[in-house]
């Protein structure tokens, strides 16, 4: 194989880079996931109800849930939905993930729906801003008179909001205390707006669907009394966050999913949607055979277009124990697995992938994580390891939603779901985790 091969592999295996509906990278691993299916799970709670409905979807970051939720997006736009998606944090997103509050995300909400319902009226949202364009002009960097700007410029306001409060820091709370106190009457735009949108839309197309993406990477931030912002955003603010007149679905974290509040939100949401990770190994550390053969099927099929030729435990890698190894280091967490490959890829000259780049793969990882995990959480990691189960703490949200420790699910003989959880398998191979196992030892 050529250098431009290796290129073209190396950029084919994108951890960053959701698949789009129908690309023939995409693999199908619902029955390594617990039966997760992402178009019976939430779609059809859109489809066969006859009120607006608001769901949540959870999962580890980088499991793979932009990607379902594109497949879910097409397939409702193929059975009558108008669908808006959007990635709502991230740093090139709308929404910086160190610092988000609910106006953040209605904003967000607002600019998205103004492109994406094109032919609606956009009237009663460009009053609202209007007549908060005086206090707002100076944060917004402009002098321009608002109301002498065309439709075009007044909608891009919305957009250029978002951009100023994601990239300039110092205006963020001073903007976001100007939109507070009126959010209730931006709702009340917004939702005229949509009813104006519905209207209009063709007749094949009955229902409108928002999908806010990516709000799962909101880092966690509490304050003296405890509270968190994932509290406030989705708790305290359920009301407005539901209160879009369209079907909705939003990304939430996966520590909030196994806090205290779990109930709270199942009160309020439902049930949330979980995507467990690819069980590629048993609770008894052994092999499985299904899940491992996804994983290396999740590889092969990104590698299959530039070298259609090539075998996988053979050509693109050294031997098949070495692609073992890479699959189960990646605990079947779809972005650790492509990060990787791509580190393993970056430090080869020439095909096969050798047993050194792919160890000095894993070795730089593990590394990562042993920065990751804080002195007194080593003992947390080997009572996991241990016993396979997690308590309802603070401890080990923290450990979930730094992705220390994955979550598998399966059906058992009586057709019952199993859930249990392990420690990321790179974790296992440092050194203070080992100690900690030896310490833990009853």
């Known amino acids: 194989m050529s250098n431009d091969d290796l290129t073209d592999i190396y950029n084919a295996i994108d951890p960053f880079q959701p698949l789009q509906p129908g690309d023939p990278a995409y693999v199908d691993c619902r029955e390594v996931r617990g039966d997760a299916n992402v178009l019976v799970d939430l779609g ?31 397939d409702l736009e193929t059975k009558g939905c108008f669908v808006v998606y959007f990635a709502a944090v991230g740093d090139d997103r709308d929404i910086a993930p160190d610092d988000v509050q609910y106006t953040d995300i209605l904003l967000g909400c607002t600019q998205h729906l103004l492109e994406g319902l094109k032919t609606a009226d956009p009237k009663p949202l460009l009053g609202w801003l209007g007549d908060r364009w005086q206090a707002l002009k100076d944060f917004a960097q402009s002098e ?4 002498k ?12 909001l978002n951009t100023t409060i994601r990239a300039v820091p110092s205006l963020r709370k001073k903007i976001r205390d100007q939109i507070e106190p009126y959010t209730v009457t931006l709702l009340k735009a917004l939702n005229e707006f949509i009813a104006d949108g519905e209207r209009k ?4 197309q009955t229902k409108l669907v928002v999908i806010a993406d990516n709000l799962d990477r909101i880092v966690p931030i509490r304050d003296d009394d405890g509270r968190s912002n994932h509290d406030e955003i989705f708790l305290d603010r359920s009301e407005q966050l539901k209160g879009l007149h369209c079907h909705l679905i939003y990304t939430v974290p996966i520590s909030m999913v196994y806090s205290n509040r779990a109930n709270d939100l199942k009160d309020t949401y439902g049930n949330p949607q979980l995507l467990p990770m690819i069980m590629v190994q048993t609770e008894e550390g052994r092999l499985y055979p299904p899940g491992f053969s996804k994983v290396k099927e999740l590889i092969a099929s990104r590698i299959k277009p530039f070298a259609p030729q090539a075998e996988l435990e053979t050509d693109i ?13 990646s605990g079947g967490h779809v972005r650790e697995l492509l990060l ?18 792919v160890r000095r793969a894993i070795t730089e990882t593990r590394d990562t994580y042993r920065r990751t995990v804080e002195k007194d959480q080593w003992l947390t990691l080997a009572k996991v390891a241990q016993f396979h189960n997690i308590e309802n703490d603070e401890q080990h949200r923290n450990l979930l939603f730094r992705r220390c420790l994955l979550e598998y699910r399966y059906f058992d003989d009586q057709g019952d779901m199993q ?3 392990d420690v990321h398998p790179l974790i296992k191979g440092i050194q203070e985790f080992k100690e900690a196992v030896v310490q833990f030892q009853p």
């Not at 859109?46 to 097409?74: D, F, N």
């Not at 321009?144 to 109301?147: H, K, M, Q």
């Not at 839309?201 to 094949?204: D, I, N, Q, R, V």
């Not at 990787?340 to 780049?357: G, Y």
């Open 44 to 74: 059809r709670e859109i489809l066969r109800s006859h009120r607006v409905t608001c769901q949540l979807y959870a999962g580890h970051r980088g499991a793979g849930k932009s990607t379902e939720l594109l497949r879910l997006k097409a």
């Open 340 to 357: 990787l490959a791509k580190e393993a890829i970056n430090r080869t000259d020439t095909l096969p992938i050798s047993a050194r780049a």
């Open 149 to 160: 700007l065309d439709i075009g410029a007044q909608i891009q306001q919305f957009a250029h």
């Open 317 to 329: 890698f050294e031997n098949p124990e070495v692609l073992e190894r890479l699959c189960l280091a």
């Open 419 to 421: 859930c249990w959880y």
């Open 144 to 147: 321009i008179e608002f109301e």
């Open 201 to 204: 839309l063709p007749a094949y």
